[in-house]
């Protein structure tokens, strides 16, 4: 994998990302990105792009017993996943139980420990909390919004395919995420994007370019 074009997708949003993974013709485009439930909670924070490290999750299971951590076996794989060569490492857990959107999946102390390894933004169907603090990490997340609280915390795996707002991430995708939302590209097409994003940037231009030209009206491009 060339992670000098991975990283260089920084360069683009990730709707024209999108555009240009539609354009390789080898996923349905209906699927594989994340809609209005998981949203950006720090959109200022730009873009992020990383290989996903991947988690489940339950803090909403009642309970007062002590479940085994799995938080060091996880921040682990995101260590050895950005290597020697600081690969950037997109964290994303899968929130599940009974109130999966409820579900405090970091606050600012783990968020400050994930960032050590490696971490450059968190991806979840759950909550966060502690958001100034995160922030100041800074550890930008993508969740279904903020909680105050959680109950025991629940591993139930880490380094496995989860489903996140409908989308399936497997260890190793590349995650690209900004203000408009969150994008899983399939590890195999993600030497690809690169040129592809570049195409759909020109082909914008060049719209705009002929939109705003002297003299185009609504009926002038009717005709065209």
Same mark, same amino acid.
């Given at each position: #994998? ?6 260089? !997708?920084?360069?683009? %949003? ?9 354009? $390789? ?6 699927? +594989?990105? /994340? ?5 950006? $909670? ?16 339950? *803090?909403?299971?009642?309970? #007062?017993?002590?479940?085994?951590? !799995?938080?060091?076996?996880?921040? &682990? !794989?995101?260590?050895?996943? @950005? +290597? ?14 009974? =109130?999966? &959107? ?6 600012? +102390? ?6 050590? @390894? ?16 995160? =922030?100041?990490?800074?550890?930008? /997340?993508?969740?279904?919004? $903020?909680?105050?609280?959680? +109950? ?10 989860? #489903? ?14 900004? @203000?408009?939302?969150?994008? @899983?590209?399939? =590890? ?20 705009? *370019? ?8 609504? %009926?002038?491009? $009717?005709?065209?």
């Amino acid at each position: #994998m060339d992670w000098q074009k991975i990283k260089a !997708l920084t360069e683009f %949003d990730t709707p024209t990302v999108a555009n240009g993974l539609e354009l $390789l013709g080898t996923r349905d485009p209906s699927i +594989g990105y /994340c809609g209005p439930d998981v949203r950006a $909670l720090m959109p200022d924070m730009g873009v992020r792009v990383g290989i996903a490290v991947t988690a489940r999750m339950d *803090t909403t299971s009642a309970g #007062m017993d002590n479940p085994k951590s !799995l938080f060091k076996d996880w921040i &682990r !794989l995101m260590h050895e996943a @950005a +290597g020697k060569d600081g690969v950037p490492v997109i964290a994303v857990i899968e929130s599940v139980g009974p =109130r999966p &959107r409820y579900t405090v999946t970091i606050g600012d +102390g783990m968020g400050t420990i994930m960032r050590m @390894a490696g971490a450059v933004g968190y991806v979840t169907n759950g909550s966060i909390r502690d958001i100034e603090g995160v =922030r100041g990490v800074p550890l930008p /997340c993508w969740a279904a919004g $903020l909680s105050p609280m959680h +109950g025991r915390i629940r591993w139930l795996d880490v380094g496995s395919p989860v #489903m996140v707002d409908g989308v399936t991430v497997n260890p190793g995708d590349i995650i690209h995420a900004d @203000a408009n939302g969150v994008l @899983a590209i399939p =590890r195999a097409d993600a030497d690809k994007v690169y040129e592809q994003a570049m195409i759909v940037r020109a082909k914008e231009a060049a719209l705009f *370019t002929r939109l705003g030209a002297p003299g185009m009206t609504i %009926d002038r491009w $009717l005709d065209e």
